[in-house]
Nanobody, 114 residues
Framework: VQLQASGGGLVQPGGSLRLSCAISGSTNGIRARRWYRQAPGKEREWVASHVGSSTTNYADSVKGRFTISRDIAKKMVYLQMNSLEPEDTAVYYC?????????WGQGTQVTVSS
């Protein structure tokens, strides 16, 4: 299983971006699809999860601004990010949790700056 994240870039405060994560390989046994981020000098932190068929959870810092979704047929996971703030600047990583192990993508840089 491999994950390929894309969609990052430079955006002004208040702007939007949509991150995508393409899953290659078997999707059997997936329990959760997640996004994490790591800002410079900080530890990686959890951002959002999609669990089961429709349960979503968000870190308090992004609640109401970010939306995680999935497309099973396309084997994609998305993170719609609205009302972006400079504090959202980080490398964003997609993650899938399966019954056997976790898989990580390579990360995509999001920079929020005027």
């Amino acid at each position: 299983v491999q994950l390929q994240a894309s969609g990052g870039g430079l955006v002004q405060p208040g702007g939007s971006l949509r991150l995508s994560c393409a899953i290659s390989g078997s999707t059997n046994g997936i329990r959760a699809r997640r996004w994490y981020r790591q800002a410079p000098g900080k530890e990686r932190e959890w951002v959002a999860s999609h669990v089961g068929s429709s349960t979503t959870n968000y870190a308090d810092s992004v609640k109401g601004r970010f939306t995680i979704s999935r497309d099973i047929a396309k084997k994609m996971v998305y993170l719609q990010m609205n009302s972006l703030e400079p504090e959202d600047t980080a490398v964003y990583y997609c993650n899938i949790n399966t019954v056997w192990k976790d898989y990580w993508g390579q990360g995509t840089q999001v920079t929020v700056s005027s």
